[in-house]
């Protein structure tokens, strides 16, 4: 009676031992499995992951103790490896030196961080002195030479005008604005207004 114990107790170690075996196989089988379909899933993805996300962020260049520009965003994902700053419902504010201010929004927009130029896109709206608005679907800010631009189609409304072409830019500095491609310009006066 004891040798058939003994023997029960050899077989119930060794199932023991081989179910233990069995399940740690399965477990880093799986984990090995899990681990491999993650890397594919990562690299299937056409967004990096950022390495810093802001809610309404705010930040101001400043020169020489003067506000140049202030850029805010609902949301910004910024992205260590391109040095650039991904930015979701934009709005960019430009301060010259004579107080007058020129104001851009757009659903979407980068800052790339070296050179702090802008690109903003999706429903382009500017708003400068004078009463003049752009709407465009793209535009660009070149921080060096303090320029905005555009090379899609664009329409400028005004005190009794309204432009359109297929590239603008602005000279910031200069206050001065550069409309080309196909421009068309329709003017009226304030008498042939209708009351």
């Given at each position: 009676?004891?040798?058939?114990?003994?023997?029960?107790?050899?077989?119930?170690?060794?199932?023991?031992a081989?179910?233990?075996?069995?399940?740690?196989?399965?477990?880093?089988?799986?984990?090995?499995?899990?681990?491999?379909?993650?890397?594919?899933?990562?690299?299937?993805?056409?967004?990096?992951?950022?390495?810093?996300?802001?809610?309404?962020?705010?930040?101001t260049?400043?020169?020489k103790?003067?506000?140049?520009?202030?850029?805010k965003?609902?949301?910004?994902?910024?992205?260590?490896?391109?040095?650039?700053?991904?930015?979701?419902?934009?709005?960019?504010?430009?301060?010259?030196?004579?107080?007058e201010?020129?104001?851009?929004?757009?659903?979407?927009?980068?800052?790339?961080?070296?050179?702090?130029?802008?690109?903003?896109?999706?429903?382009?709206?500017?708003?400068?002195?004078?009463?003049?608005?752009?709407?465009?679907?793209?535009?660009?800010?070149?921080?060096?030479?303090?320029?905005?631009?555009?090379?899609?189609?664009?329409?400028?409304?005004?005190?009794?005008?309204?432009?359109?072409?297929?590239?603008?830019?602005?000279?910031?500095?200069?206050?001065?604005?550069?409309?080309?491609?196909?421009?068309?310009?329709?003017?009226?006066?304030?008498?042939?207004?209708?009351?």
């Open positions: 009676m004891i040798r058939i114990s003994l023997k029960s107790s050899h077989l119930l170690v060794l199932a023991t081989l179910t233990l075996a069995f399940l740690l196989f399965m477990g880093v089988w799986k984990a090995k499995t899990q681990k491999e379909i993650g890397q594919q899933t990562a690299a299937v993805s056409d967004e990096p992951s950022a390495e810093m996300k802001l809610t309404d962020m705010e930040y260049e400043m020169q103790g003067r506000r140049i520009w202030t850029l965003a609902e949301e910004a994902k910024y992205f260590q490896e391109d040095q650039k700053t991904a930015l979701t419902r934009v709005r960019l504010v430009f301060f010259m030196e004579n107080g201010e020129i104001h851009l929004q757009s659903q979407q927009g980068v800052l790339h961080a070296g050179s702090k130029d802008i690109e903003l896109w999706h429903a382009v709206h500017a708003v400068f002195p004078k009463g003049y608005e752009l709407s465009t679907e793209r535009a660009r800010y070149n921080h060096k030479q303090n320029l905005i631009s555009s090379e899609t189609a664009i329409l400028i409304t005004g005190p009794d005008l309204k432009l359109e072409g297929k590239h603008w830019k602005y000279v910031i500095a200069e206050r001065r604005a550069l409309l080309g491609g196909r421009v068309q310009a329709t003017l009226a006066s304030e008498a042939a207004k209708p009351k």
